[in-house]
T-cell receptor, first 113, second 112 residues
Framework: EAQVTQNPRYLITVTGKKLTVTCSQNMNHEYMSWYRQDPGLGLRQIYYSMNVEVTDKGDVPEGYKVSRKEKRNFPLILESPSPNQTSLYFC????????????FGDGTRLSIL | AQKVTQAQTEISVVEKEDVTLDCVYETRDTTYYLFWYKQPPSGELVFLIRRNSFDEQNEISGRYSWNFQKSTSSFNFTITASQVVDSAVYFCALSVINNLFFGTGTRLTVIP
């Protein structure tokens, strides 16, 4: 089954403790992206990747890192999480570009205390 | 700068009524793509439609239809004969190059 898999689905942690949210897709998609969803703000793009070793900033990249060492994986790293990064995070992928329909993961709800 | 505005935060309709969700976008790029996504109460995001900036044809898919007007920078979504299963948050989005910009969403509640 074609899917984008995020882990963990839920995480409660404390300020400053490094965390990684993994994202994996099995569709051989070149384009992958991370978004955060906050009430009243919709979804905002954090980072995207056009292919292996090619990443670029989205609208709200501050406080986040990403890497794309393999085509299928695109982890989101919070080196020193802060409470304002408490949010619902979605990973997505599409065949080649951001102009194509994206397949979204089920979301990861992060709470930073 | 790119921007998507969904002025309707919440809409409630009675089942079988028609409802239109508004979307207004801003961009200076001549090549762009517009999308609608649905987020049902279960939380996943589901792709509904994509339109490119050179194709102003309206589209109908079952009870769903979309009206794209470049003159008013709008890409509105109409649900005909709404059903309870249409209850969800609907997002309009604009893609320019490889960035994707979402509106703040419209929560639609269909009352049985």
């Amino acid at each position: 089954e074609a899917q984008v898999t995020q882990n963990p689905r839920y995480l409660i942690t404390v300020t400053g403790k490094k965390l990684t949210v993994t994202c994996s897709q099995n569709m051989n998609h070149e384009y992958m992206s991370w978004y955060r969803q906050d009430p009243g703000l919709g979804l905002r793009q954090i980072y995207y990747s056009m292919n292996v070793e090619v990443t670029d900033k989205g609208d709200v990249p501050e406080g986040y890192k990403v890497s794309r060492k393999e085509k299928r994986n695109f982890p989101l790293i919070l080196e020193s999480p802060s409470p304002n990064q408490t949010s619902l995070y979605f990973c997505a992928s599409s065949l080649r570009t951001g102009a194509q329909p994206q397949h979204f993961g089920d979301g990861t709800r992060l709470s930073i205390l | 700068a790119q921007k998507v505005t969904q002025a309707q935060t919440e809409i409630s309709v009675v089942e079988k009524e028609d409802v239109t969700l508004d979307c207004v976008y801003e961009t200076r790029d001549t090549t762009y793509y517009l999308f609608w996504y649905k987020q049902p109460p279960s939380g996943e995001l589901v792709f509904l439609i994509r339109r490119n900036s050179f194709d102003e044809q309206n589209e109908i898919s079952g009870r769903y239809s979309w009206n794209f007007q470049k003159s008013t920078s709008s890409f509105n979504f109409t649900i005909t004969a709404s059903q309870v299963v249409d209850s969800a948050v609907y997002f309009c989005a604009l893609s320019v190059i490889n960035n994707l910009f979402f509106g703040t969403g419209t929560r639609l509640t269909v009352i049985p």
